[in-house]
């Protein structure tokens, strides 16, 4: 069976997805809302990163042995390349330092 045959894996990302839906559902209200909300959807958009991050960590381990699952990895790796990062790890974590540092303007507020 391929990785993207995988029941789990098709759980994964439908989990990946909804919980993109809901985080960009919320991003369009950022401008109204007051610093608590900005912290918590911040939080949520560092649990779609980490699950985007478990999901990347698999699939490099899963394209060792499967053609499907390295195509994706290398198509993943040559658009974030595109964006100046070295692979998707790189720019996720990047993506957590932005992130970390919005939260922080946040608190620094007075």
């Known amino acids: 069976m391929s990785f993207f045959q995988s029941e789990q894996v098709q759980e994964n990302l439908q989990d990946i997805f909804k919980t993109y839906q809901q985080v960009a559902a919320v991003t369009s209200q950022l401008a109204t809302m007051n610093t608590q909300e900005k912290l918590e959807h911040i939080e949520d958009c560092k649990i779609l990163i980490d699950k985007q991050r478990n999901f990347c960590f698999r699939l490099t381990l899963a394209a060792s042995d499967d053609p499907e699952a ?41």
């Open 70 to 110: 390295a195509d994706m990895k290398s198509r993943i790796n040559s658009l974030t390349t595109a964006f100046g990062y070295k692979d998707l790890m790189e720019c996720l974590d990047a993506m957590l330092m932005t992130l970390d540092q919005a939260a922080q303007r946040e608190l620094d507020q007075p």
